[in-house]
């Protein structure tokens, strides 16, 4: 079965700083990923997906995270942090058949100060 | 475009009654999922419907269950409420498709179940 860890319940920022938000993997075969965001009461929205095209993807909101099979990482990062982008960040694995469902880890609260 | 509609918004319910929870999914989505949200514990699979089948079902006790209506829209049915059992219910839909894992999931804003 896959999972999926974060590291990190809350990670702080400052306002320009760059955002890195560390989610590894657990699957016996490379699965596909997701990062979502969720914004104080509201639902969760995507922000980019993996589905082993090119490793390094780009999503909204100017993130981006690399897919490295050998550290199985998939970590997600922003040059730049925007007080906007406080938000609590979910990673998510879900395997390549069988009627797989997502996984999510527990979620990183983004704090971003000015 | 309407989006993934759950009421609803809050219920408060005491222990040992039963909660019914609604979600309309997307136009065009005919994939349900279920899901949990509990303080501390994240995001926990509950179910998944897809065309009125039940396809996938998480690790929850039997009177956690549910069902998809022939508009695709989705029931959650909590029945002999627990403390344990307040949480943030949200419900997702997705595209017909394949079960390759690769759909992505649309969310609605959930539904705050609390149990005194």
Same mark, same amino acid.
């Given at each position: 079965?896959?999972?999926?860890?974060?590291?990190?319940?809350?990670? $702080?920022? $400052?306002?320009?700083? &760059?955002? &890195?938000?560390?989610?590894?993997?657990?699957?016996?075969?490379?699965?596909?990923?997701?990062?979502?965001?969720?914004?104080?009461?509201?639902? &969760?929205?995507?922000? &980019?997906?993996?589905?082993?095209?090119?490793?390094?993807?780009?999503?909204?909101?100017?993130?981006?995270?690399?897919?490295?099979?050998?550290?199985?990482?998939?970590?997600?990062?922003?040059?730049?942090?925007?007080? $906007?982008?406080?938000?609590?960040?979910?990673?998510?694995?879900?395997?390549?058949?069988?009627? $797989?469902?997502?996984?999510?880890?527990?979620?990183?609260?983004?704090?971003?100060?000015? | 475009? %309407?989006?993934?509609?759950?009421?609803?918004?809050?219920?408060?319910?005491?222990?040992?009654?039963?909660?019914?929870?609604? #979600?309309?999914?997307?136009?065009?989505?005919?994939? @349900?999922?279920?899901?949990?949200? %509990?303080?501390?514990?994240?995001?926990? !699979?509950?179910?998944?419907?897809?065309?009125?089948?039940?396809?996938?079902?998480?690790?929850?006790?039997?009177? !956690?269950?549910?069902?998809? !209506?022939?508009?695709?829209?989705?029931?959650?049915? @909590?029945?002999?409420?627990?403390?344990?059992?307040? %949480?943030?219910?949200? #419900?997702?839909?997705?595209?017909?498709?394949?079960?390759?894992?690769?759909?992505?999931?649309? !969310?609605? %804003?959930?539904?705050?179940?609390? @149990?005194?």
């Amino acid at each position: 079965a896959q999972s999926v860890t974060q590291l990190g319940s809350h990670v $702080s920022v $400052s306002e320009g700083a &760059l955002v &890195l938000l560390r989610c590894n993997y657990s699957s016996s075969v490379p699965p596909y990923l997701f990062w979502y965001v969720q914004y104080p009461n509201q639902g &969760l929205q995507l922000l &980019l997906k993996y589905t082993s095209a090119a490793t390094l993807v780009k999503g909204i909101n100017g993130f981006e995270a690399e897919f490295k099979k050998s550290e199985t990482s998939f970590h997600l990062t922003k040059p730049s942090a925007h007080m $906007s982008d406080a938000a609590e960040y979910f990673c998510a694995v879900s395997a390549h058949s069988g009627y $797989s469902t997502l996984t999510f880890g527990k979620g990183t609260m983004l704090l971003v100060s000015p | 475009e %309407a989006g993934v509609t759950q009421s609803p918004t809050h219920l408060i319910k005491t222990r040992g009654q039963q909660a019914t929870l609604r #979600c309309s999914p997307i136009s065009g989505h005919t994939s @349900v999922y279920w899901y949990q949200q %509990a303080l501390g514990l994240g995001l926990q !699979f509950l179910l998944w419907y897809d065309e009125g089948e039940e396809r996938n079902r998480g690790n929850f006790p039997p009177r !956690f269950s549910g069902r998809q !209506f022939p508009n695709y829209s989705s029931e959650l049915n @909590v029945n002999a409420l627990e403390l344990e059992d307040s %949480a943030l219910y949200l #419900c997702a839909s997705s595209l017909p498709g394949d079960s390759s894992g690769a759909n992505v999931l649309t !969310f609605g %804003a959930g539904s705050r179940l609390t @149990v005194l």
